[in-house]
């Protein structure tokens, strides 16, 4: 594996109030599936207490960019004390959960993705041209992360803010 550039450095994003944890993960695989990322997801946990559901998620989709570079995103997602609650809204009732939601974003540039260039001579030569020549590209790839990741942080937050329901305990 080459060098890995942090673009995104544990981005934190926090939530308590209803919520639907289905359509947000739905929301997340849809994005990455339209922009043509490839899906992985590394750990999926769940565990039942008697203050709730309790969800651990890892996902981490990357995107092979060219031949040298690959795009890496990382989200933790926890979801804490989840509890299914039915709130009645314009005469239907809808099943929701009551909880709390933290996701962690981080993202990354990988450069020599295939680890060809390990050999000393020719990892100097690859960092000198990554440098003076190429820096553009990692910077173009770079962008690419933040955008995703700002597409995605803003895709829940307004799908969090636009289902607002009354609930009282």
Same mark, same amino acid.
């Given at each position: ?89 314009? &005469? ?8 709390? *939601?933290? %996701? ?6 990988? $450069? #020599? =993705? /295939? &680890? ?8 100097? *030569?690859? %960092? ?6 190429? $820096? #553009? =590209? /990692? ?31």
């Amino acid at each position: 594996m080459g060098e890995s550039y942090l673009v995104v450095d544990n981005l934190k994003f926090a939530y308590e109030g209803l919520f639907n944890p289905e359509e947000i993960y739905s929301i997340i695989t849809s994005l990455f599936y339209e922009r043509g990322w490839i899906w992985y997801e590394k750990m999926n946990q769940e565990e039942v207490t008697p203050s709730g559901r309790q969800i651990r998620m890892i996902l981490k989709p990357f995107l092979l960019a060219t031949k040298y570079y690959q795009l890496g995103v990382q989200m933790r997602i926890h979801l804490i004390n989840l509890k299914e609650v039915e709130v009645e809204r314009d &005469g239907k009732i809808l099943r929701l959960h009551h909880g709390v *939601l933290r %996701i962690t974003y981080s993202g990354e540039v990988i $450069s #020599d =993705r /295939k &680890g060809l260039w390990k050999k000393p001579l020719f990892w100097f *030569l690859s %960092i000198v041209f990554e440098k003076y020549f190429f $820096s #553009d =590209r /990692k910077e173009k790839y770079s962008v690419k992360v933040k955008e995703t990741i700002d597409d995605l942080s803003t895709a829940i937050k307004n799908y969090l803010n636009t289902c607002k329901y009354t609930y009282n305990h």
